[in-house]
Nanobody, 124 residues
Framework: QVQLVESGGGLVQAGVSLRLSCVAS????????MGWFRQAPGKEREFVGG????????GYADSLKGRFTISRDNAKNTVFLQMNSLKPEDSAVYYC?????????????????WGQGTQVPVSS
């Protein structure tokens, strides 16, 4: 497993952009598929997006395509989530996760390691 630490969250106003980072420990970061998930109060955790080991392939929740972008820097053991035009309904705790192998981007059981999460409240 890999240790994951998210950062970059905080209270923002609707309409702004925010970039989250997730730093992984260890020297095998490039061996992992990475994903971002989020959980709003009173709701189940949901898939945001994922990125392949090389960064060439990405997948997103349909409702977030075009606003959210995932990227990674394997040299820095870091995965990013760029969020644009934030809306109050984007308010959630955002988690990054690592998977050695996945069957589907959004299959949470495939992800072996999870960060502690970073809160992103979006005010209207």
């Amino acid at each position: 497993q890999v240790q994951l630490v998210e950062s970059g969250g905080g209270l923002v106003q609707a309409g702004v952009s925010l970039r989250l980072s997730c730093v992984a420990s260890g020297r095998t970061f490039s061996s992992y598929v990475m994903g971002w998930f989020r959980q709003a109060p009173g709701k189940e955790r949901e898939f945001v997006g994922g990125i392949s080991r090389s960064g060439v392939s990405t997948g997103y929740a349909d409702s977030l395509k075009g606003r959210f972008t995932i990227s990674r820097d394997n040299a820095k053991n870091t995965v990013f989530l760029q969020m644009n035009s934030l809306k109050p309904e984007d308010s959630a705790v955002y988690y990054c996760a690592a998977a050695y192998q996945i069957t589907h981007w959004d299959r949470q059981d495939d992800y072996d390691s999870w960060g502690q999460g970073t809160q992103v409240p979006v005010s209207s």
